[in-house]
């Protein structure tokens, strides 16, 4: 029984985080850009990155920035390309990884892909730059010009995001089904003795 529950304890739910973007160099800040989700799965992070607003803009860069050497990113699209050399963004420091499209036309509302690690990569390997933030995107307008959203003569903006926003714990389910066993457990000892 003790077994049993050591090993049902062990397994638990990946984390996963939701970071949003909502600072610009060029828009007003405050606003939900885009929204990234970060899973630990396996000892790879996977990545979903969506633009929110404004609407008819998309994305055609995402930066990131890891504290380990030796990535490999997988799952992008043909047309995209991962770089880890250091890359300046506008207004908001350097950062060590990139995903950029190849083309200007290749711009995704949503882009996924997997980080994978020499060793085994978690949450908490996303760290803050010099500048203070952890990711950063360029944002690019899909419509004909005049037409972002009203916004006049700006077709395109850098935007970051400051720091976590949620985090998702193993669930409490988990815990509750894990004292129940272990309450299980001393009620069958208690009998044998």
Same mark, same amino acid.
């Given at each position: 029984?003790?077994?049993? !529950? ?17 600072? &610009? *160099? /060029? ?21 979903? +990155? ?10 055609? =860069? ?7 050497? *030796? ?16 890359? *300046?963004?506008?207004?908001? %420091?350097?950062?060590?990884? &990139? ?8 711009? #995704?509302? /949503?882009? $996924?892909? /997997? ?11 996303? +760290?803050?730059?010099? &500048?203070?933030?952890?990711?950063? $995107?360029?944002? =690019? @307008? ?5 037409? @972002? ?6 077709? &395109? ?5 400051? %720091?976590?926003?949620?985090? +998702?714990? +193993?669930?409490? $389910?988990?815990? #509750?089904?894990?004292?129940? !066993?272990? %309450? ?6 208690? =009998?044998?003795?």
């Amino acid at each position: 029984m003790a077994a049993l !529950l050591v090993s049902f304890l062990s397994v638990q739910q990946a984390q996963a985080a939701t970071f949003y973007l909502t600072q &610009s *160099n /060029t828009l007003a800040d405050g606003v939900n850009y885009a929204q990234i989700d970060v899973t630990e799965n396996g000892g790879n992070l996977d990545f979903i +990155v969506q633009a929110l607003n404004p609407a008819n803009w998309s994305i055609d =860069k995402f930066f990131f920035n890891l504290d380990v050497n *030796n990535i490999t990113v997988s799952g992008l699209p043909a047309s995209w390309s991962f770089d880890n050399s250091s890359q *300046n963004v506008s207004q908001f %420091g350097v950062f060590s990884d &990139s995903a950029d499209a190849n083309k200007g036309n290749q711009s #995704l509302f /949503t882009l $996924a892909f /997997t980080v994978d690690g020499v060793n085994n990569l978690s949450l908490a390997n996303l +760290v803050a730059n010099s &500048s203070g933030w952890i990711f950063a $995107a360029h944002q =690019k @307008c899909q419509s004909k010009v005049g037409d @972002c959203q009203g916004i006049a003569d700006i077709t &395109s903006h850098y935007i970051a995001g400051p %720091g976590q926003v949620s985090n +998702v714990p +193993v669930p409490a $389910a988990v815990w #509750l089904f894990g004292s129940a !066993l272990a %309450g299980l457990g001393g009620v069958t000892r208690r =009998k044998r003795a």
